[in-house]
């Protein structure tokens, strides 16, 4: 089983917090991921928008399959996230982490998060410590 | 009513993904706000520690009810976050977002993210734009 | 006289920061700039390594081009920038900036900087205020 | 000589891009810095007011000092920036880094930029890779 495969089926099946936010992954290689999530009723904050806190939740995902595709554990140190278009119950997002850099022992990643227009929802950067260990 | 009790009624009343997460409001002023988080084995990720997205989520409800409570509505541009230390099911996290500076138009904030040893977990800075909005 | 001229005769004329940094326009859009610097000895910091100060000056004249060339003062709110490749007096660096999103009060841009191989030395996103002032 | 003292002898004798800007160590201790600019016309961008890479080069180079001065070679990863107030020529800036966290492999600093004042102008979190050799 190849790097990519551990790393989906690590989270396929055991990270319990995407699940619950029902981030589905749609496309896995290393250095790149893909991931959707349907924005419900369960995903709105106070002003009925889609929470920041799912939307990062969405980019996170991507981002760590798409650190941790490589074979090895990659830990997020950073991320830094800018919010761009309020989206609703109803909407789909679609959350891409494409690899800007990768060293021996950190890699950088753009997510970007559209939704289901196309329009841009957010765009966030996320720096990864890699570890020696196999994911 | 004040800014203060619209704040905290609106998000307690209606902000569904932090209750989702389990996010519960400790303390609340104009420019400041205080929120603590149980983990449990909901929020963890693949690794078994809690998923960035949990504890983006109890960082960003601090913040929104610190910004929120002068009384306008106050919507996210961006957040950065560091994440420092892992944490897992049975801590509790507390997160405090701190006013750095407030204009008309905008305001920043400092979330901090301690555990329930007073190690810090977490640390961010988020911008909002204020619009002229009642909250 | 158009905001991309009124820009560009600014920024070329009195930007004083810059001029001294060696900063050199190339090509500026709306929403979109390009320059480049030579790293010469006063570049460089304390390890003989391009300084990310100068970096980040070179890096926020794009952003600053690409923002102001819509015709209105725009002011930067945040700018996030990483570093990854170590370069050092020989090198040219060129920075350009383009345009994520645009609202009337804000814009979003992502600014990569290269060095002469193509090679990427810096991403950055930065975030500017949009007032109704012409530039 | 120790840590501190080999990272102030280092970036005050070779550090030609902080010297260019102006900056001035004023203290330093392991995880800790204060630096001081004088702003002058060779300061300022195109609106007349500080530019942003002239705050980021005193805002580095306090955090360069704070990081290193615990004796071994840091490399800044990534820096998030705000830019709060406009100063102009005659003001004084003071940068201080402050260190969040500190491990075996990276170490995270505040950085605060005040003016004459003591309002402050600029806050910045930067994120250091510490490596074995010594500064």
Chains 1, 2, 3, 4 share one sequence.
Not at 43 to 54: C, E, F, P, R
Not at 74 to 103: C, H, Q, R, Y
Not at 109 to 134: C, F, P, Q, W
Request: proline fraction near 1%; avoid cysteine; glycine fraction near 8%.
């Amino acid at each position: 089983m190849d790097g990519v495969e551990r790393a989906v089926r690590r989270i396929s099946s055991n990270d319990r917090f995407a699940r619950m936010a029902g981030v589905e992954i749609i496309e896995v290689r290393p250095g790149y991921a893909k991931v959707t999530m349907k924005v419900e009723d369960k995903h709105l904050n106070s002003v009925d928008i889609t929470h920041g806190g799912a939307i990062f939740t969405a980019a996170d995902t991507a981002f760590a399959l798409a650190s941790n595709a490589h074979g090895t554990v990659a830990l997020a140190l950073n991320m830094s996230i800018n919010f761009l278009k309020a989206t609703g119950a109803g909407s789909t997002l679609t959350a891409a982490a494409v690899e800007d850099n990768l060293t021996n022992r950190t890699g950088l990643y753009r997510i970007t998060v559209n939704d289901e227009t196309g329009d841009l929802v957010s765009v966030a950067e996320g720096l990864v410590y890699r570890k020696k260990d196999k994911i």
